[in-house]
Nanobody
Framework: QVQLVESGGGLVQPGGSLTLSCAASGFSFSTAAMRWYRQAPGKERELVAVISSAGGSTRYADSVKGRFTISRDNLKNTVYLQMNSLKPEDTAVYYC????????WGQGTQVTVSS
């Protein structure tokens, strides 16, 4: 079955950096586009970044452009989200997502940006 397991979240000061990882299994990872979403308290889940199956194409939410980088390693079945220059408004639970006939989600990893 499809499994997505996120890791790498934590508490970081404003201006700091974190790298999230999502280990995928149960499907043909190298043929699937992957996405990172986030959901802040009291807000709807929003799309943060998308990467194509081979990694050659990426797209970002305006709010994270120039600060976040999505990447993938198809040999390790893992997608990453490098987050730099973090702001308090980046505080959220971050979710890995893949669509294979329907949406599949990981359990999420908490990112808190606070001094």
């Amino acid at each position: 079955q499809v499994q997505l397991v996120e890791s790498g979240g934590g508490l970081v000061q404003p201006g700091g950096s974190l790298t999230l990882s999502c280990a995928a299994s149960g499907f043909s990872f190298s043929t699937a586009a992957m996405r990172w979403y986030r959901q802040a308290p009291g807000k709807e889940r929003e799309l943060v970044a998308v990467i194509s199956s081979a990694g050659g194409s990426t797209r970002y939410a305006d709010s994270v452009k120039g600060r976040f980088t999505i990447s993938r390693d198809n040999l390790k079945n893992t997608v990453y989200l490098q987050m730099n220059s973090l702001k308090p408004e980046d505080t959220a639970v971050y979710y890995c997502n893949v669509w294979i006939g329907r949406d599949f989600w990981g359990q999420g990893t908490q990112v808190t940006v606070s001094s």
